[in-house]
């Protein structure tokens, strides 16, 4: 049974996803090696990941790989409606449309749960979280939504059922991270957001490009001449600031609270001070840190009139939207996924989709070029689950599997590299040769 929009979007989806294909050559070429060798026959996939062009592609080559799946969104604004429908048309199990509310959104992992996963796939935990807060007996409104679509379920039994997950995010890895040193993790994760093929593209060059589309899609800004804020200098927060750059910005600053990270950022080219300094100068902030009330009211009211806010960080709460919503005197939709805030000092602040992610609320998430080493690394985190029986813990994913991806997108991008010779190999392992 899938929940979809409108299944008549589904030619258009089909579309979206075979333009996807195009430029995810190494995800495809798993998929050919999945469709001889059947590495996932029998197997049941629960995946909560934005609904995305790029994610059929993924969800396709876990199909081939003999896998049945049910995939459910990983935000409510994410969703692409038309791709929904063509999965939902080839037989997925979707529960996913553009704008669900809370209820829907965990009415879907519910949903997903229903259907005896023995892998779990998750961007930012969602899924992964509620199994296991109905597996320890925890209760709160979320779960409540949970259990009305997975109610009557033995959630011990089916945490148990589950030989492992894959997480594909930075926050999502934190979360997960902390539920095993609480002891409580059931099965063990392969964290993929900590392959060097992902995090190293995915969260600086997919994120630094996606971020600047759905902020200039929702906008229509100019870059060149402003002052841009980026909070948080990981690697989310660096591709963001270097693509500032060459967008032209007058200005890049970074709000930093590590001391190390905010001295890279320094060498790196980049002004730094704190959020109460920076907010009276920016035009444009953009919030990555992965943490809670980064831009608060206090800030908010020492900014410029026409400062524009979004956020690329996986949950919408950098910006805290609850305290801008109760200060505001009114509140209206200016553009699509652009609402303006008038403050009670007569300046007006400018929010991108609802303080969510930009990149996937007002663009389509991360190109196609950088999601493919992503979902290659999910596809072999699937493999390597159905394989191997893992300890219980937070896993990365072996080197050996990283470092494949990169040879595989090397040679999709006919890009050839040096290769060591005996004598450099020997040199390599030995010690006792110096000056
Ligand atoms: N996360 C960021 N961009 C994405 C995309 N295009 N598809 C799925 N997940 C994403």
């Known amino acids: 049974m899938s929940r979809v929009k409108d299944p008549s979007l589904a030619p258009k989806g089909r579309q979206q996803i075979y333009w996807a294909e195009r430029n995810m050559p190494v995800l495809l070429a798993i998929r050919r090696r999945f469709a001889e060798e059947k590495p996932l026959s029998g197997l049941r996939i629960a995946a909560s990941l934005h609904v995305t062009k790029e994610t059929a592609v993924l969800v396709k080559t876990l199909i081939a790989g003999g896998a049945k799946v049910a995939l459910v969104p990983s935000n409510p604004l994410s969703t692409q409606d038309d791709v929904a429908a063509a999965l939902a048309e080839d037989g997925v199990e979707v529960y996913a449309w553009r704008?669900?509310?809370?209820?829907?959104?965990?009415?879907?992992?519910?949903?997903?749960?229903?259907?005896?996963?023995?892998?779990?796939?998750?961007?930012?935990?969602?899924?992964?979280?509620?199994?296991?807060?109905?597996?320890?007996?925890?209760?709160?409104?979320?779960?409540?939504?949970?259990?009305?679509?997975?109610?009557?379920?033995?959630?011990?039994?089916?945490?148990?059922?589950?030989?492992?997950?894959?997480?594909?995010?930075?926050?999502?890895?934190?979360?997960?991270?902390?539920?095993?040193?609480?002891?409580?993790?059931?099965?063990?994760?392969?964290?993929?957001?900590?392959?060097?093929?992902?995090?190293?593209?995915?969260?600086?060059?997919?994120?630094?490009?996606?971020?600047?589309?759905?902020?200039?899609?929702?906008?229509?800004?100019?870059?060149?001449?402003?002052?841009?804020?980026?909070?948080?200098?990981g690697w989310v927060g660096r591709g963001i600031a270097i693509r500032a750059k060459g967008l032209g910005a007058r200005r890049v600053v970074v709000v930093e609270v590590d001391p190390i990270k905010a001295l890279e950022a320094v060498f790196d080219g980049f002004e730094v001070m704190p959020m109460s300094e920076a907010a009276e100068i920016g035009d444009i902030f953009v919030t990555a840190t992965g943490d809670i009330h980064v831009i608060r009211v206090e800030h908010i009211l020492k900014m410029k009139d026409g400062a524009i806010l979004a956020n690329a960080g996986h949950f919408n709460v950098e910006v805290d939207v609850e305290g801008l919503e109760k200060i505001a005197k009114a509140k209206r939709s200016i553009r699509p996924y652009l609402d303006e805030y008038e403050l009670p000092n007569g300046r007006r602040v400018y929010l991108i989709g609802e303080g969510r992610l930009a990149n996937l609320v007002a663009a389509e998430g991360h190109p196609s070029e950088v999601m493919d080493m992503s979902f290659a690394n999910q596809a072999l985190a699937a493999e390597y689950i159905a394989k191997h029986k893992l300890p219980l813990g937070v896993h990365k994913l072996p080197y050996e599997l990283d470092a494949e991806v990169a040879r595989l997108k090397l040679a999709t991008m006919g890009i050839r590299i040096e290769e060591l010779t005996e004598e450099q190999r020997k040199y390599l392992s030995s010690w006792e040769l110096g000056t």
């Open 99 to 233: 704008g669900m509310g809370e209820r829907d959104y965990y009415n879907a992992i519910g949903f997903a749960l229903s259907t005896s996963p023995d892998i779990t796939l998750d961007d930012g935990a969602d899924l992964t979280t509620s199994l296991h807060k109905l597996a320890h007996g925890v209760r709160d409104e979320v779960i409540g939504y949970v259990l009305e679509t997975a109610g009557g379920l033995d959630f011990k039994a089916l945490a148990a059922k589950v030989k492992g997950g894959t997480e594909e995010t930075t926050t999502g890895v934190i979360r997960l991270r902390a539920l095993h040193r609480s002891g409580q993790l059931l099965y063990p994760i392969i964290a993929v957001n900590d392959s060097y093929t992902k995090y190293l593209f995915d969260n600086r060059y997919g994120t630094g490009q996606s971020t600047w589309d759905g902020i200039m899609r929702a906008t229509n800004s100019l870059i060149a001449g402003k002052v841009v804020v980026v909070a948080g200098y």
